[in-house]
């Protein structure tokens, strides 16, 4: 029964409940507006979707018809699709708001979408639907929420002065979001830099759970740009603890700047390293905060780091930084650095007191470094540039200082000549700058410009009375060096008349050089008595002391005082240096002039056994023979004669010897043996004096022997017709050109000489007038000319113009670069020189020669031999060591040629000097030695030369020294340096500057 009961129940439940759904859909189906009835129900209990299928129906429904609901159906079925985030949602919207464009509820569809937007952070298009709002068509319990969506949204854009009144009339709202509005508004006002109002916002929200971190970040900020460092410092260190990490890095700064600011370096570290890690960049102003302040807490490494970083624009902190840089790298012992960063300071002119001081200091270091040529430039530019500077009696200082030490005397000069008022200091510095400049332009032989300086010296004289007694001594040595004998005399004796010259080493040499001039002007007792008195004065120096003695034995010898002579020549003799084999052959020949030929025969042949080098064994052999004929010993004379002939086929002796044998047959009955040897001299060396001599003998021979048709013969196969016919005329004509010429009228002369030349073709002087002629036009400069008349001699055969023809010959053609042909004459001219000078000369053409042809080798053999030859000037010694030093590097012998160049890198004065020692330091630099290159080049620096093409090399190879070091900044500011210092601009220096410090700032931006 119950069981009945209850089944009973629960049947008539579910029933009911399927009738009553069944009338209400009954009903629905009925009534539209139960669709819309039944929709908002649902709709207002959040069943969207249920509530969406009710406004559809409705609006299918009532289609077409007129009713009034169908715009809120439209509304709430848009609604519904935006709730529930249907894809169609603003489509339905849209359709709404264009069917149904005055509808009340237009505003809120609008905001309603917006808002979905918003919240799902769909900022801009909500902020699209926001815009579309009609503020007095919404609610007023939704426009709070509609302003705060629509701040947000100009926020977010960063339009603050959108946002800001929006925000502004809902901060003070009882309403969710007035706190955020708050924050927003003043956080616009912080942006838009109104700190002032926007901190006293701040400042109410520093407790708030959500913006309350973001808020003292802020105020932070905000107390940084107001320059409120104190506030800063007192809240930064909590607020970095807690900041977000994203806020770290920036609350660094500012709080590392701050302690900056504050003068609170050992503070300011910590935090301005954690924001220099932190970022990816930092600002020139952020190096130089970081740099400063390690500078101020004495960290100078670090600070030169970040300061090298602020170095390379053109504005005011540049100049700052590398004034700064500058003083720290001096604190560091980096000289060298510190020079270049004052350098850079002294360019800017932003701030003119630290402009002033950077050249100050800049110069200073250069005096310091004793880069000397610099120095002065340097100092030079600070008075042009502050000619009223406060420092201008410390720059006179050094100027005296930099003078008195620098040997860079060219560039010296210059600058005190433009000092206006002298001082005594600085008349003192100019009496011996000149003086040393006159030193140097006479080392380079530039003897005429030495004598000028020299006079410069002089016009400070009273200064130093050995200076001035020195530049008489040079400018004497000058004149002498020029032929100018009287004068070099007058002016050895203004030097002997200073007191104080007399304590000088070049008080002797001037009796030597007096003693000199004197014997040039032929005065010998003059000449002898100046030599005498150096004799007296110099007992130690050997060399010079045995020629004093050839001399004075020279002018005994000259005046025919023999014995006296021969006594002269026997201490030269005793003395055993290089004069004594010329001491000998005088003493052997003065033996002769005192009838004592078998004493000269004995000496004579003494010579090349003791001296095997002699120049004078030529001369030996030839006066032997003759003193046997004194002795009526001829045959003793033929062998020696012969020897002659033998042993120095290329003498002019040997025509001599000739024409001595034929005499010897001759006057012995021998005369076929006698008319072989005339012969000889007349076809060999026709143009001769001998030749002439030994026609004369043929012709006696001829005559003597009945056959004088033979010798008319003879004479006309030689094509000397004219010394028969014409020989008187031809001797007058030729010796009048020659006395012209002997009175210095070459123009005249060498007019003449051609006028005999032309008349005469076969004359008896043709070979004198093209001697002399070609003298006229090599002292003309008429070089094709002389050449003519010299290649004319040669084509001649041996003959006593033959060596004076190859010297002056070779000479021309190296001068016209037609270093074959010079190679040539020089090679003979070797084999056939009897003076030494002329065998000097023809070892250095060689040598010259071979080096313009690149061939090494030769060069090497002719280097080696111009330095192991007697009595080689220093300059000439200098060149071949240069020379030499070259070929070997050419032939990729470094460690040869270094030791070579070092020795004439001793004195950079000199061209040769400076180029060697440039290429010591780019030698041991292609060595990978960089330490021992940089030290050359510093003391290329310190030895101030006159020769700025091989400084500046020094310079580059320096910038390159740097860059193997990778250190940028100091390859470019050594680099700068030179740009601003070399005036030339042909060389092709400065063209290769500009290319290196463009390749530098290449590297520089990759970096």
Known sequence: MNSKRLGLTLFLTVFLAFLSGFAQQSAVYRDPDANLKEGLELYHKSQYGAAQVRFTEYLRRTEGQEATSRSDAAFYQAMCAIRLEHNNGEILVNNFLQNYPESSKASLACFEVGKTLFQDKKIKRAQRWFQQVNQSKLQKDLLTEYKFYLGYCFFDEKEYKKAQPLFEQI???????????????????????????ALKGFLGLQESRE???SVRYCIAQIYYYQGNFEEVAKIGAQLIRNARPDQQTEMARILGDSYFRLNRFPEAIPYLEQYRKGTKSMSRDEHYALGYTYYMNRQLPEAVKELEQVTDANDQLTQFSNHLLGGILVDLKDKLKARSAFRK?????FDKSLQEESLLNYAKLNFDLSISGETLRAFEEFLRVFPDSKYQDEVYDYLVKVFMNTRNYQEALVTLDKIKSKTPEVRKAYQRIAYYRGLELFNNLKYREAIDMFDKSLEYGNYDDIIRGLCYYWQAEAWYNMKGYEKAADTYDRFMSVSESAGTPEYSLAFYGLGYCFFNLEKYDESQNWFRRFIARSPKQTKLLAEAYNRVGDCLFMSRLYWQAIESYDKAMALKTEEAGYAMFQKGFSYGLVQRPSQKIELLKRLPIEYPKSQFLDDAAYEIGRSYIDLNQPQ?????????????????YVRKAYIQLGLIYYNADQDEEAMTMYKKVVSTWPDTQESSDA?????????????VDEYFTYVQSTGRTSDISVSEQDSLIYMSAENIYLQGDYTRAKTNFGQYITRFPQGRFLLNAHNYKGDCHYRANELDQALT???????????????????????ICYQQSNFDRALILYKQLEQQAEEQSNLLDAKIGIMRCSFRQKDYESVIQSARGVIGSDKVPE????????ILGKAYLEKGDSDKAMEVLRVVARDVKNKEGAESKYLVAEILFRKGNSEASEKEILEFLDLNTTHQFWLAKAYILWSDIYLKRQDLFQAKATLQILKENYSRTDDGILATVDEKLKWIDTQNQEK
């Open 211 to 213: 913006f309350g971190s």
């Open 171 to 197: 901060l003070n709202s009882d309403t969710p979001y007035a706190e955020a509005a708050g924050y927003y508004y003043y956080y616009t006002l912080y942006q838009s830099g109104n700190y002032d109002k």
């Open 636 to 652: 003793d004379a033929i062998p020696a004669f012969k020897a002659v002939i033998a042993n120095y086929p290329n003498s002019s």
């Open 875 to 882: 300059e000439i010694t200098r060149e071949a060591s240069f």
């Open 695 to 707: 026609l004369n003998g043929i012709k006696n021979i001829y005559v003597e022997t009945n056959r």
């Open 345 to 349: 300071a002294a360019n800017l002119s």
């Open 789 to 811: 008349s010299y290649s004319f001699i040669l084509a001649r055969g041996k003959n006593q113009f033959t060596e004076t023809a190859l010297a002056r010959s070779a000479e």
